[in-house]
């Protein structure tokens, strides 16, 4: 499956889904016949209260689209808050950006790839002529991208760690077991020394950071 984040919705995207799930809130049997203030709404949505009062009483024209969009989808049944943003960007964000400003931006293109496997979109291109050709392209690309998130789960359920870069632990014969184990685990030498050391001895490697003996 195709992932896609929030966290990289522009912030007028991210302003208005949150906007449109105040709606959902106040319209949850659990909160109708509750009451609550603009500056209570705002600590819970992360909206300053101008904002959520303009909006609850419709000042523009984009407030009342969303109220539109809330009342006639089924925006607000939807409980999983990564499909319930998926189904505003595919209904409600997409259809109203023109072909070339979601091709020219990434965050729109995924959404706008996702929307074309679903069947929501008949795929069009603002490159060539040849939407067939392209539209073997995309499906391609969603293929890769389903394998790169498979392959990501499968190393996050065996919890595999392995670090990026060559990780060096001093430790001797003389160091604590935690500091053995640690060497062993990536590969360190242990070195071995002696309790004591002659004037003839080469110089060895001491536990303490730093100091050398002889």
Known sequence: MVRFTIDDAPYKITQQFK?????CFLNDPRNKNKEFTYTELSKIFNL???????????EYTSH???????KKSNFCEEKDINKKFEIFMLDFILPSLSLHTIKKN???NDFYKLGVKKGKFKYQSIY???SEKDLKRIKKELEEIASKNKKLDETTERKIYKPRKK?????????SETIKKLAKDYNCEIKDISER????????FSPFHGIRYR
Do not use: M
């Open 48 to 58: 300053s209260d101008t904002t959520i009062g303009r909006f609850l009483k419709q």
């Open 19 to 23: 906007l449109a799930t105040v709606l």
């Open 64 to 70: 009342k689209k969303i109220h539109e969009f809330v």
């Open 128 to 130: 060539t002529k040849n």
């Open 167 to 175: 990780v060096n632990i001093l430790a001797t014969t003389k160091s």
């Open 106 to 108: 990434k965050f729109f």
């Open 197 to 204: 050391f002659d004037k003839y001895s080469e110089l060895v």
